[in-house]
């Protein structure tokens, strides 16, 4: 078609990864596939990056792990990929920070600027002027699942500036299930509907629930957990003797990073 031009698009995945499973790595084909079959897409890379310990949620074990076992899960691919950069961070980083992040990195990466100082300087300007120049450049887009969408309405969980900053300045990717409503708690939300046209529903119609939760039962129980996870993070979790039911109580006692704001 005259005059079409294709977005490159990077997927940014965040999340405990607490392991990460095949449905993670799913998603990330699945939200390809509807992308670029509306023709006006092109997906560049994906991105997974694991939380790190600071943020307190119950069962979480140590990044170090789940950062390698991520790293096993995405050898396979030839365009997923794993980012350490939250992980490593001392504290809590709201997932509107780490987009930021990512989308900062990228603008550096595309102007490819030698000059440390000038990138400093330019950086705030250029992130503002290609906000909204998808068109000709690269767009940033936050791949989820329907209950981090619908975590976005839990009172204190996220900041509306966040929420508006994600989905109203880069887009959100959605793969929902056959028990979840998105298109409903769309509309229940003004913030949401205001940027609807920016949210991209992917429905699974294979259904495949694997819960991260129900994984972690599993190997609790010394259950096999075979085809839910790559071989090469099974190896590594009966390696390290990973997830006990001393491990599960981990935080349990402690309030969710967002929720001490």
């Known amino acids: 078609m005259e005059g079409h031009s294709i977005t490159k698009v990077v997927l940014l995945a965040c999340g405990s990864f607490n ?7 799913r998603m990330f084909e699945l939200a ?14 994906g991105i997974i990056s694991p939380v790190g310990d600071a943020y307190k949620k119950k069962g979480l074990i140590e990044a170090c792990h789940r950062l390698e076992m991520t ?24 997932t509107a920070k780490v987009v930021r992040h990512h989308y900062e990195e990228l603008l550096e990466a ?19 002027e290609n906000y909204h120049k998808h068109r000709d450049g690269l767009q940033l887009m936050l791949l989820c699942g329907a209950d981090v969408l619908e975590s ?8 509306q500036e966040d929420i508006a900053e994600i989905v109203g300045r880069h887009g959100l990717v959605c793969i929902t299930r056959s028990n979840s409503d998105p298109y409903k708690f769309i509309h229940q939300s003004d913030l949401l509907w205001k940027y609807r046209k920016n949210i991209h529903i992917v429905r699974e119609w294979v259904t495949n629930d694997i819960s ?3 994984v972690r039962r599993s190997l609790r129980r ?5 085809y839910l996870l790559p071989d090469s993070v099974i190896h590594y979790i009966k390696e390290h003797d990973l997830y006990s039911s001393e491990s599960e109580q981990k935080n349990a006692d402690v309030v969710l990073a967002p929720l001490q704001r």
Not at 19 to 25: E, L
Not at 152 to 159: A, D, E, S, T, V
Not at 222 to 226: D, K
């Open 19 to 25: 392991p990460i499973t095949n449905m993670h790595m």
């Open 152 to 159: 976005f309405g839990i009172p204190n969980m996220w900041k």
């Open 32 to 45: 390809r596939d509807h992308l670029e079959d509306t023709g006006q897409y092109k997906v560049v890379r």
């Open 222 to 226: 010394g259950q096999s957990v075979r």
């Open 110 to 128: 595309e102007q490819n600027f030698d000059d440390v100082d000038t990138i400093k300087y330019a950086k705030k300007r250029r992130i503002e």
């Open 71 to 94: 790293r096993l899960a995405t050898e396979s691919s030839d365009w997923v990929m794993v980012d350490s950069w939250e992980s490593l961070q001392p504290e809590w980083v709201e």
């Open 212 to 214: 991260a939760t129900h």
